[in-house]
């Protein structure tokens, strides 16, 4: 392989390189917006009734297991190329990250702070928006950051389905096939940088949306 | 259904589990490669999360390196070291190293911070305890940190074998064997019959991956001390 | 004043077949405090959630101003009464005068009123408007956190307030503060109370009613403090107060309330017209005298008072009828 890197072929893709981010960051966007309110609802259930809580979060465990390029192939056998097959299988993967996180949330908020709510009068839906899920945001967030990360991660492997598809990864892919590592970091690095660069925003909004818990940093 | 039933012809064709293509041969490549790349994150991130557990010291910048490490698609990483370790060893550096090289990557994270949660995780009493009948660091390390930690330590270094043993299944678009390789050739084969052979891969790969899951299972329940299995399940972070 | 009578009539909650409130009835006047002490197990909490129905009676009836509580939705009552509990339960995500708000807010309250209500009820309880007005929970301290919860469950102005053990978790001396602040608090307020506590002393102190329950959810006196003290009502009240019990009685009256010799003898100690005649009594021992002086705010000795004459008025206090 010649490491020597092919600038004007780099300038010459630079448009290629934003339609392919666009395309990733959109993949990935459709798999955790809807993994999310996916796993909200089934978090709830799990919190609200702890019978469902284990078998909810079996069921996840199992759908980890799987690795994505087998899940991608046994989607294929039954809806072909398309959209679907790609997403199906990333929102599984968000579910698995997001229920356990988001159930783990509701938990941490403390029975005192339940007690006392209970005690003031919140109906059982106030309750639930008004004070568990804004003490349940940390971990909320924790769950998101992971899931966004590993879903921009998966949504490389998606080049194995074709051109259509892969964002950045289409130039991982490409760059292999030809032997031609200028493209191959061409795909690998926006890659990585991309999945730091959403790590680091989604940090940044949950100090700004816990203004409590950054003060609570300051008092001790 | 038609496929189901090629798929099950494929898995019980004995031409199928002979030679340096069959699945035997596959499964060892796959296993060998996902053990290597365990035991090297084992000897990268154990004795560092045990180390910053203990001491307390440099817990912010081992954690947000892990929570870096984590973030790093694997395939980027493949393809990343590949050129590099290529020109190195045309051979074993093309087909092999990059691969090792993501699944550590992948590997170190759980095992580092679940190391160092266990062993955080212990009541600082009993700790204190130890030290004021004149029990020396490392002895409280070994005898009385680790094994109270064990349960957290365990699900952390589960949580990375299944993780790589999943995930090593890429290494197969670049060039490496392993059960990966089923999936990539019989996609690249689709229309032409290759769908029996994807989707046994498929279950190949789904049933190592539960082996290992629940091996590692066993393994934590054999490595508790009795007294702790008798408290509710410990889970660290990442489960 | 706002307050309310509350009366509990054959009472029980019953878990299977174990009682952990048994048939408890009595009633507290408005305007009053009563306490609910005694051991762990007795069901003074319980009989305390049964009131806003944070758990509900297996049997008997609780009137709330003559009405049953169990013809009223739950979540409106819970919001028509004030409720404290030890662990404070602030709500971290929101700030002093956001958990302050949480029952006006809930009931509709415009901005402006609820704004002004907060305002009034920090300088209530003793906090800086300007200080804590934006802070969060994670940055007080445990007093300081207490008065929020007091401040928060009087923020509609409830007729009836539910406090279990308020001051549990806060060190002596600033539980002493608290609750000289609540009884002051009192005076102007003059709400209905009720207060769970497991601290004898702390019940005497408080209430203007206690009633003393025994492990099974059993009433075993109910009646107001010097009563408890002077005439306990069976073996277990008597070994529950103490057998320093008229000691105890004593902390109910004030060298103020003696008729006080002239004072003749030169040496004694000094003595307050605020200090509590077991204070006084301490202070007399201590000095190894028979006597003290008694003097007022400019420190002018005023008169004497004795051992004696402290005697006569525990015998007196003893006496009195139960109100």
């Not at chain 1, 403390?110 to 940390?138: C, F, H, K, M, N």
């Not at chain 2, 190949?204 to 082996?211: K, Q, R, Y």
């Not at chain 3, 002093?96 to 809930?106: C, D, E, H, Q």
């Given at each position: 392989?010649?490491?020597?890197?092919?600038?004007?072929?780099?300038?010459?893709?630079?448009?290629?390189l934003?339609y392919?981010?666009?395309?990733?960051l959109?993949?990935a966007?459709?798999?955790?917006?809807?993994?999310?309110?996916i796993?909200f609802?089934?978090?709830?259930?799990?919190?609200r009734?702890r019978?469902?809580?284990?078998?909810?979060?079996?069921?996840?465990d199992?759908?980890?297991?799987?690795?994505s390029?087998?899940?991608?192939?046994?989607?294929?056998s039954?809806?072909?190329?398309?959209?679907l097959?790609?997403?199906?299988?990333?929102v599984?993967?968000?579910?698995?990250i997001?229920?356990?996180?988001?159930?783990?949330?509701?938990d941490?908020?403390?029975?005192?702070?339940?007690?006392?709510?209970?005690?003031?009068?919140?109906?059982?839906?106030q309750?639930?928006?008004?004070?568990?899920?804004p003490?349940?945001?940390?971990?909320?967030?924790?769950?998101?950051?992971?899931?966004?990360?590993?879903t921009i991660?998966?949504v490389?492997?998606?080049s194995?389905?074709?051109?259509?598809?892969?964002?950045l990864?289409f130039f991982?892919?490409?760059?292999?096939?030809?032997?031609?590592?200028?493209?191959l970091?061409?795909?690998?690095?926006p890659?990585?940088?991309?999945?730091f660069?959403?790590?680091a925003?989604?940090?940044?909004?949950e100090?700004?949306?816990?203004p409590?818990?950054?003060?609570?940093?300051?008092?001790? | 259904?038609?496929?189901?039933?090629?798929t099950?012809?494929w898995?019980?064709?004995?031409?199928?589990?002979?030679?340096?293509?069959?699945i035997?041969?596959?499964?060892?490549?796959?296993?060998g490669?996902?053990?290597a790349?365990?035991?090297?994150?084992?000897?990268?991130a154990?004795?560092?999360?045990?180390?910053i557990?203990?001491?307390?010291?440099?817990?912010?910048?081992?954690?947000?390196?892990?929570?870096?490490?984590r973030?790093?698609p694997?395939?980027?990483?493949?393809?990343?070291?590949?050129?590099?370790?290529?020109?190195?060893?045309?051979?074993?550096?093309?087909?092999?190293y990059?691969?090792?090289?993501a699944m550590?990557?992948l590997a170190?994270p759980?095992?580092?911070?679940?190391?160092?949660?266990?062993?955080?995780?212990?009541?600082?009493?009993?700790?204190e305890?130890a030290?004021?009948?004149?029990?020396d660091?490392?002895?409280?390390?070994?005898d009385?940190?680790l094994?109270?930690?064990?349960?957290?330590?365990?699900?952390?270094?589960?949580?990375?074998?299944?993780?790589?043993?999943?995930?090593?299944?890429?290494?197969?678009?670049?060039?490496?064997?392993?059960?990966?390789?089923f999936?990539?050739?019989?996609?690249?084969?689709?229309t032409?019959?290759?769908?029996?052979?994807?989707?046994?891969?498929?279950?190949?790969?789904?049933?190592?991956?539960?082996?290992?899951?629940?091996?590692?299972?066993?393994?934590?329940?054999?490595?508790?001390?009795?007294a702790?299995?008798?408290?509710?399940?410990?889970?660290?972070?990442?489960a | 004043?706002?307050?309310?009578?509350?009366?509990?009539?054959?009472?029980?909650?019953?878990?299977?077949?174990l009682?952990?409130?048994?048939?408890?009835?009595?009633?507290?006047?408005?305007?009053?405090?009563?306490v609910?002490v005694?051991?762990?197990?007795?069901?003074?909490?319980?009989?305390?959630?049964?009131?806003?129905?944070?758990?509900?009676?297996?049997?008997?009836?609780?009137?709330?101003?003559?009405?049953?509580?169990?013809s009223?939705?739950?979540?409106?009552?819970?919001?028509?009464?004030?409720?404290?509990?030890?662990?404070?339960?602030?709500?971290p995500?929101?700030?002093?005068?956001?958990?302050?708000?949480?029952v006006?807010r809930?009931?509709?309250?415009?901005a402006?009123?609820?704004r002004?209500?907060?305002?009034?009820l920090?300088?209530?309880v003793?906090?800086?408007?300007?200080r804590?007005?934006?802070r969060y929970?994670?940055?007080?301290?445990?007093?300081?956190r207490?008065?929020?919860?007091?401040?928060?469950?009087?923020?509609?102005?409830?007729?009836?307030?539910?406090?279990d053990?308020?001051?549990?978790?806060?060190?002596?001396?600033?539980?002493?503060?608290?609750?000289?602040?609540?009884l002051?608090l009192?005076?102007?307020?003059a709400?209905?109370?009720?207060?769970?506590?497991?601290?004898?002393?702390?019940a005497?102190?408080?209430?203007?009613?206690?009633?003393?329950?025994?492990?099974?959810?059993?009433?075993a006196?109910?009646?107001?403090?010097?009563?408890?003290?002077a005439h306990?009502?069976?073996?277990?009240?008597?070994?529950?107060?103490?057998a320093?019990r008229?000691?105890?009685l004593?902390?109910?009256?004030?060298?103020?309330?003696?008729?006080?010799?002239?004072?003749?003898?030169?040496?004694?100690?000094?003595?307050?017209?605020d200090?509590?005649?077991r204070?006084?009594?301490?202070e007399?021992?201590?000095?190894?005298t028979?006597?003290g002086?008694?003097?007022?705010?400019?420190?002018?000795?005023v008169?004497?008072a004795?051992?004696?004459?402290?005697?006569?008025?525990l015998?007196?206090?003893?006496?009195?009828?139960?109100?």
């Amino acid at each position: 392989m010649d490491l020597n890197v092919d600038v004007a072929w780099i300038v010459d893709h630079l448009d290629e390189l934003a339609y392919r981010t666009f395309q990733h960051l959109l993949l990935a966007s459709i798999a955790v917006g809807i993994g999310f309110v996916i796993s909200f609802f089934l978090a709830v259930i799990a919190v609200r009734r702890r019978a469902a809580y284990a078998p909810i979060l079996a069921f996840s465990d199992v759908l980890y297991t799987i690795p994505s390029l087998a899940l991608f192939a046994v989607l294929i056998s039954v809806t072909g190329i398309t959209l679907l097959t790609v997403e199906i299988p990333l929102v599984m993967y968000t579910l698995v990250i997001f229920v356990r996180n988001i159930a783990a949330g509701f938990d941490s908020v403390p029975t005192d702070v339940i007690g006392a709510a209970d005690g003031l009068g919140y109906t059982s839906s106030q309750r639930l928006w008004r004070v568990e899920v804004p003490l349940a945001v940390p971990l909320i967030i924790a769950g998101l950051r992971l899931a966004a990360v590993s879903t921009i991660g998966l949504v490389t492997v998606t080049s194995i389905l074709g051109d259509s598809f892969g964002g950045l990864g289409f130039f991982i892919l490409e760059g292999y096939r030809r032997s031609f590592p200028t493209e191959l970091y061409f795909g690998a690095i926006p890659s990585i940088l991309l999945a730091f660069l959403v790590d680091a925003l989604l940090v940044r909004m949950e100090r700004s949306i816990t203004p409590w818990a950054r003060s609570a940093a300051v008092a001790s | 259904m038609g496929i189901l039933a090629d798929t099950l012809a494929w898995l019980t064709d004995p031409t199928h589990w002979s030679g340096p293509t069959g699945i035997p041969n596959r499964l060892v490549e796959h296993v060998g490669l996902s053990a290597a790349s365990l035991l090297i994150a084992l000897v990268i991130a154990l004795p560092v999360g045990l180390y910053i557990g203990h001491t307390r010291r440099g817990v912010a910048l081992a954690v947000n390196t892990a929570n870096l490490w984590r973030a790093l698609p694997s395939l980027a990483v493949i393809a990343i070291v590949l050129p590099i370790t290529a020109s190195i060893d045309p051979r074993a550096g093309f087909l092999v190293y990059p691969t090792v090289v993501a699944m550590v990557v992948l590997a170190v994270p759980p095992i580092l911070v679940n190391a160092y949660t266990g062993i955080v995780g212990v009541d600082r009493d009993i700790v204190e305890a130890a030290r004021g009948q004149g029990i020396d660091e490392r002895r409280i390390l070994t005898d009385v940190e680790l094994p109270l930690s064990v349960p957290v330590l365990i699900t952390g270094i589960r949580s990375a074998a299944v993780q790589v043993v999943a995930t090593a299944t890429l290494g197969a678009i670049f060039g490496f064997g392993g059960l990966g390789r089923f999936l990539v050739d019989g996609f690249a084969q689709y229309t032409l019959g290759g769908a029996a052979q994807m989707l046994g891969g498929v279950v190949l790969v789904a049933g190592l991956v539960i082996a290992t899951d629940l091996s590692f299972a066993a393994l934590q329940r054999a490595l508790t001390p009795r007294a702790l299995r008798l408290h509710s399940s410990v889970e660290g972070p990442l489960a | 004043m706002n307050a309310v009578e509350l009366e509990f009539l054959n009472v029980s909650k019953r878990y299977g077949s174990l009682a952990v409130v048994n048939d408890l009835s009595l009633k507290v006047p408005a305007g009053r405090i009563c306490v609910f002490v005694g051991p762990s197990g007795c069901g003074k909490t319980t009989s305390l959630k049964m009131v806003n129905r944070l758990i509900e009676p297996t049997s008997g009836e609780i009137l709330i101003g003559g009405r049953n509580v169990m013809s009223e939705d739950p979540i409106e009552l819970r919001r028509g009464i004030g409720y404290v509990i030890q662990q404070v339960g602030l709500l971290p995500h929101l700030t002093v005068a956001g958990n302050i708000a949480i029952v006006p807010r809930l009931l509709g309250w415009d901005a402006a009123r609820v704004r002004a209500r907060v305002e009034e009820l920090m300088e209530l309880v003793g906090l800086d408007v300007g200080r804590y007005r934006d802070r969060y929970p994670a940055q007080l301290s445990g007093g300081e956190r207490q008065r929020v919860g007091v401040a928060r469950a009087l923020a509609a102005d409830p007729p009836l307030m539910l406090m279990d053990e308020p001051f549990g978790a806060v060190d002596p001396i600033v539980r002493e503060r608290l609750q000289d602040e609540l009884l002051h608090l009192q005076e102007r307020l003059a709400k209905t109370i009720v207060f769970v506590t497991h601290d004898i002393d702390e019940a005497i102190k408080m209430g203007d009613l206690v009633a003393v329950l025994q492990v099974g959810g059993v009433l075993a006196q109910f009646g107001p403090p010097a009563q408890i003290l002077a005439h306990p009502a069976s073996e277990f009240v008597a070994r529950f107060v103490g057998a320093d019990r008229a000691l105890k009685l004593l902390s109910l009256r004030t060298v103020a309330d003696l008729d006080l010799k002239p004072a003749d003898t030169p040496d004694g100690p000094l003595l307050t017209q605020d200090m509590t005649l077991r204070d006084a009594l301490s202070e007399i021992l201590a000095a190894g005298t028979m006597s003290g002086r008694v003097v007022d705010e400019s420190g002018r000795v005023v008169g004497e008072a004795s051992i004696e004459q402290i005697a006569a008025a525990l015998r007196e206090t003893a006496a009195r009828k139960p109100a």
